[in-house]
């Protein structure tokens, strides 16, 4: 589906799309403004450039990351709830908050494993490492983990 086919739906129309996710009309909207601006602005296309994808409606860093990661195959990290718990959980790449941590899981994940790290992250952190349970006995670097002596 096209921007301007997005576009031409409206809000009541996208969100009869989306009605099943959490926040659904925001992001309804969101996604119609921002179909608006890709159709106006950017001839249809998708940009390749964090400020451009930053001043979408509803496109922080995170999801930047995640387009210009996956997307545009840039060596980027989304630094989402779970990435930041675990990575802080663990010790791998401890931070106050979600920059600092961005910052030094790039420094941290060998290029070659860059490129859609931050999927297997997520899913460790959804999955394994939860927030309020997490499965240590599941968890592939539990030796590793600073976080086990809190669990056990």
């Known amino acids: 589906m096209t921007p301007a086919a997005i576009a031409a739906l409206g809000v009541e129309g996208v969100e009869n799309y989306i009605k099943t996710i959490g926040l659904f009309r925001a992001k309804a909207k969101h996604l119609v403004q921002t179909a608006e601006i890709l159709r106006d602005r950017y001839n249809g296309e998708v940009p390749e450039d964090r400020e451009a994808l930053e001043s979408l409606p509803g496109v922080g860093r995170k999801t930047a990351n995640v387009v210009l ?3 545009f195959g840039h060596l980027t990290m989304a630094v989402d709830t779970h990435i930041f718990r675990i990575s802080n959980r663990t010790g791998i790449a401890p931070g106050k908050d979600v920059l600092q941590v961005e910052k030094r899981l790039l ?4 290029q070659e494993f860059m490129l859609n790290a931050h999927h297997w992250l997520i899913l460790h952190g959804r999955y394994v490492c939860k927030a309020r349970k997490p499965e240590c006995t599941r968890c592939s670097i539990v030796d590793l983990c600073e976080f086990k002596k809190k669990t056990t």
């Open 69 to 71: 990661n996956t997307a």
């Open 107 to 110: 420094k941290l994940v060998p």
